[in-house]
C-alpha cells in the first residue's frame, strides 16, 4: 500500500537544539515529496518540496530512496517553529497522501 | 486574495440531521478537494475533483456527498450526521502542487 508515516505523534526539544521530523514512506514509484506546516490559527500550508532542494525557513529535507525516508530537519530550533508537521507525498496527478502529523514544541 | 474561503468555521449538529459545507476559491485552480483531520490519523481525502463536472471518491468517502458547483465552488454535503463524523474538515485546491487549503471548519456531532 502507498504510504506515508511519521512515527512522532509529539516531539519536544528546547530552543537551539537540533530537530529532526522523520518521516518514511511506501511507494513503488518515484515518488514526490512534500512537507506541510499547520502553525497556530493558521492555515495549513506547504513549507517545502523535495523537487526543489532549497531551504525553507532554515528547514531542510533530503529523499532517500535507499531508507525510503524524507526527514525534515533544522540545526537550531527557535520558538516560532512549534507547529504541526505533515509529511506528503504526491499519487497521481494531483492527489497528496498525507502522513499522521506530528506535533512540535519548541521549548524555551 | 481570499485564496480557499470555507463555511461555516464552527457547527454542532445532532445525529441524523443534514448539513453541507461550503468551498470556494478564487484561484482559477481546477482541482479541489476536501479533507477531514482528527488526531493521530492525519488528513484524509474524502473527496476529490479534479476538474470542474467530476468528482471521484477518496479515502473515506462513507457517509457524504459532494458537488462541483462551478470551477470556483466544491461542497461537501453530510446527509445523516453520525457521532463518527466528528472531525475538522479542510478544503483545498490546486493547478498543480502545492495545494491550497481553507481555514477548516470545525464540526461536531453530538
Known amino acids: 500500500a502507498q504510504r506515508v508515516t511519521q512515527p512522532e505523534k509529539l516531539l519536544s526539544v528546547f530552543k537551539g537544539a537540533p530537530v529532526e521530523l522523520k518521516c518514511n514512506y511506501s511507494y513503488s514509484g518515484s515518488p514526490e515529496l512534500f512537507w506541510y506546516v499547520q502553525y497556530s490559527r493558521q492555515r495549513l500550508q506547504l513549507l517545502l518540496r523535495?523537487?526543489s532542494r532549497e531551504s525553507i525557513k532554515g528547514f531542510t529535507a533530503d529523499l532517500n530512496k535507499g531508507e525510503t525516508s524524507f526527514h525534515l530537519k533544522k540545526p537550531f530550533a527557535q520558538e516560532e517553529d512549534s507547529a504541526m508537521y505533515y509529511c506528503?507525498?504526491?499519487?497521481?496527478?494531483?492527489?497528496?497522501?498525507f502522513g499522521q502529523g506530528t506535533r512540535l514544541t519548541i521549548n524555551p | 486574495n481570499a485564496g480557499v474561503t470555507q463555511t461555516p468555521k464552527f457547527q454542532v449538529l445532532k445525529t441524523g440531521q443534514s448539513m453541507t459545507l461550503q468551498c470556494a476559491q478564487d484561484?482559477?485552480?481546477?482541482?479541489m478537494y476536501w479533507y477531514r483531520q482528527d488526531p493521530g490519523m492525519g488528513l484524509r481525502l474524502i473527496y476529490y475533483?479534479?476538474?470542474?463536472?467530476?468528482?471521484d471518491k477518496g479515502e473515506v468517502p462513507n457517509g457524504y456527498n459532494v458537488s462541483r458547483l462551478n470551477k470556483r465552488e466544491f461542497s461537501l454535503r453530510l446527509e445523516s450526521a453520525a457521532p463518527s463524523q466528528t472531525s475538522v474538515y479542510f478544503c483545498?485546491?490546486?493547478?498543480?502542487?502545492?495545494?491550497?487549503f481553507g481555514d477548516g471548519t470545525r464540526l461536531s456531532i453530538l
Open positions: 484561484m482559477n485552480h481546477n482541482s
Open positions: 483545498a485546491s490546486t493547478d498543480n502542487q502545492p495545494q491550497h
Open positions: 523535495h523537487i
Open positions: 506528503a507525498f504526491r499519487r497521481g496527478a494531483q492527489k497528496l497522501v
Open positions: 475533483s479534479a476538474s470542474e463536472g467530476t468528482t
